[in-house]
């Protein structure tokens, strides 16, 4: 229990080390943040609601997903466009925000995951144990804490995203009181008729729980159900509905085919608001050397 006790609440390690096979179990206090936070949702049951609630959480959810698809995916795990160093601090921070570890460990976890992909060395495959294990409980294995440095060589250099790293609940402490007490400044209130509490519900806890379960529906859900355009060797698919929640990240089977580029909708009919993101940030000069989708990625695709 002691022993339990000291890895939830010490920073995270990291190691050069690989993996060891046998820290599959789920250690049940790792939970425990997981499930408060899905407790907090039933504060928007107990606040005022008003139409600014929601734009208070598409707002939460928007930023973090961006960050989380356009940063810990697409450029801390893949390297698909470039950025400063400012700017991959930030966009790493934010994505901290959403409580999904930090953004070394994420990259060298979903590194691992492209790797091994629907074998039995993928902890993020349904098909490695089931649809739960690779939807939630994972997470909550002693396999998913620490991060694997050997598998993410281009990044140990930046101390600061070292720091944030193993300090990820900073920026997720930092939100929460940051939508507390934006709600229990008087002008806002007045202004929104939001108070610290259903700040708290509506910018914190609804989105966090909707960032969780829609990231983690990539592991799942596009790796059951949907079209398989490409021959991956794996069991990766396109899905649609993914794709609208997750801002183009749905097209899973297309990136495990070709993960090289920014644009993971391969065609004009595939939604991939993240790309669209990112070519605005280009425009503007904050990022550069988005990668494109090679004609000959196209040309193999099923019909």
Known sequence: ???????????????????DPSQDKVQLLRCVPYILIHLGVLLAFYTPFGWPCLVVLLLSYGARMFAITAFYHRYFSHRTFNAGRIVQFLGGFIAC??????????????????????TEHDSHSPHHKNFFWSHTLWFMTDYALPTFLKEIPDWVKYRELRFINRYDWIAVLLLALGCYFLGEWAAFEAWTGMNGLSMLAWGFFVPTVLLYHATFSVNSLTHMFGKKKYETGDESRNNWFVSIITFGEGWHNNHHFFPGSAR???????????????RLLSLLGL????????A??????KD
Request: net charge neutral.
């Open 264 to 278: 993971q909708g391969f065609t004009p009919g595939e939604f991939d608001p993240t790309y669209y993101g990112l």
């Open 287 to 294: 990022v550069s050397d988005l990668r494109p989708v090679p």
């Open 97 to 118: 925000a959403s409580g999904q570890r930090g953004p070394l460990w994420w990259a060298a976890h979903h590194r691992r995951h492209h790797r091994h992909s629907d």
């Open 1 to 19: 229990m002691i022993s339990s006790l000291s890895k939830w609440v010490c920073p995270p390690p990291e190691t050069f080390d690989d993996p």
């Open 296 to 301: 000959w990625v196209k040309e193999k695709a």
